[in-house]
């Protein structure tokens, strides 16, 4: 009943570039069934549990210890750092472009490209035809001709079996690129910011580091990076909750109101507890449906290496500024800080 084609009548935008997207290569976050699930099916072997323990997993605890290293000389003691562009930002930007096989020699220079520190799932396609997504064209061309261990690399299997054409390579791989750097970004942020916060939740989490993914399914639930990403035009006549949606209407979805509703999570839904009894597939954080994030456990693992290494190397992390002085990304955009300083000894 509910589209993601943005050429469905009715589909909501809210960003000026979505309506010229319109008519650029569909990705399948922007797609219905049965080409979702085709192109979809495609990436699945990248992302399954599997896949991220042996294969992502140690490049992630690599990149993460090597970019910790550099938070910590900058910082240096006592000294108000940016938790936001030192920290947060390079790693989930270094660690996709690895995972989809880009030159280390190019990592650094295209980690500071804004292109991918501000996309999301929904507003990749507003991005194509820039420098970036010709550079990715490149680098899928020299990957038919020399293929890695990497997932352009999978998707040029693909292309060989004659299942994708050179474009639809690119297009999925400059999805990939841009869909979750900026939740990934704010997260990481956010996640720190409320650990900061609970201070008694913080230091359980300090001594017993195994609570690692009750404290990020928490996050994701508490704190809803991707809140404006739930769009949907309706197809046919509809009764929800004793309301009826009409075929051609927009629908934009409250995830951050969903993932607080006490029906759901109980009278303490305004509540951040780690102990919350609760598996990662119920937080809205990362979708639902067809279209949950397709990386939702890549990113899951992620946030939680961060989180364990961060403290566990800075105990005495602290805001060097109070927290009525942060600065919050605007309402139109995912939910996450655009500055934070801290500093620790
Ligand atoms: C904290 C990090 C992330 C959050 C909160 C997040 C959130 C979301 C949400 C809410 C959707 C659903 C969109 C919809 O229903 O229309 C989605 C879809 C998607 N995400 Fe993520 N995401 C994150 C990280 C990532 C990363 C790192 C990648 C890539 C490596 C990624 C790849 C995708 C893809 C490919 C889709 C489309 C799935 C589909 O339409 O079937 N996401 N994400």
């Known amino acids: 009943m509910g589209s993601n084609d943005r050429r469905t009548p009715g589909f909501p935008e809210i960003h000026e570039g979505g309506k010229?997207?319109?008519?650029?290569?569909?990705?399948?976050?922007?797609?219905?069934?049965?080409?979702?699930?085709?192109?979809?099916?495609?990436?699945?072997?990248?992302?399954?549990?599997?896949?991220?323990?042996?294969?992502?997993?140690?490049?992630?605890?690599?990149?993460?210890?090597?970019?910790?290293?550099?938070?910590?000389?900058?910082?240096?003691?006592?000294?108000?750092?940016?938790?936001?562009?030192?920290?947060a930002t390079p790693i989930p930007t270094h660690i996709i472009y690895q995972a989809l096989g880009v030159p280390q020699k190019d990592v650094d220079r295209l980690s500071n490209d804004s292109e991918v520190r501000n996309s999301t799932s929904r507003n990749a396609a507003e991005s194509a035809n820039t420098h970036l997504h010709q550079y990715m064209a490149e680098l899928v061309h020299s990957k038919i001709e020399k293929p890695g261990n990497d997932i352009i690399s999978t998707l040029v299997k693909q292309y060989h079996e004659g299942n994708l054409s050179e474009d639809d390579v690119t297009t999925l791989a400059f999805l990939v690129l841009t869909a979750g750097n900026a939740a990934l970004i704010s997260s990481i942020s956010v996640g720190v910011l409320v650990l900061l916060e609970h201070p008694e939740q913080l230091e359980e989490f300090k001594k017993r580091p195994e609570l690692a993914g009750n404290v990020v399914t928490e996050i994701s639930r508490y704190h809803t990076a991707s809140a404006l990403n739930s769009r949907r035009a309706v197809k046919e006549d509809v009764d929800i909750g004793g309301q009826t949606l009409r075929q051609g209407e927009s629908v934009i979805c409250s995830v951050q109101a969903g993932n607080r509703d006490e029906d759901k999570f109980g009278n303490d839904a305004e509540k951040f507890d780690i102990h919350r009894k609760l598996d990662f597939s119920e937080s809205l954080g990362f979708g639902y449906g067809p279209h949950r994030c397709q990386a939702d456990h890549f990113s899951r693992v992620q946030l939680e290496i961060v989180l364990t290494k961060l403290f566990k190397r800075l105990p005495n992390l602290q805001l060097a500024k109070p927290p009525s002085e942060l600065s919050y990304t605007p309402a139109t955009m995912n939910a996450g800080l655009t500055e934070m300083l801290v500093r620790f000894d």
Request: hydrophobic share 35%.
């Open 20 to 87: 010229s997207a319109k008519n650029a290569r569909p990705m399948f976050v922007n797609l219905d069934n049965p080409e979702h699930d085709k192109q979809r099916s495609m990436l699945e072997s990248e992302f399954t549990l599997d896949t991220i323990e042996k294969k992502w997993r140690p490049m992630m605890e690599k990149t993460i210890d090597e970019l910790l290293d550099k938070f910590i000389e900058k910082g240096g003691k006592h000294q108000p750092i940016d938790l936001v562009e030192d920290l």
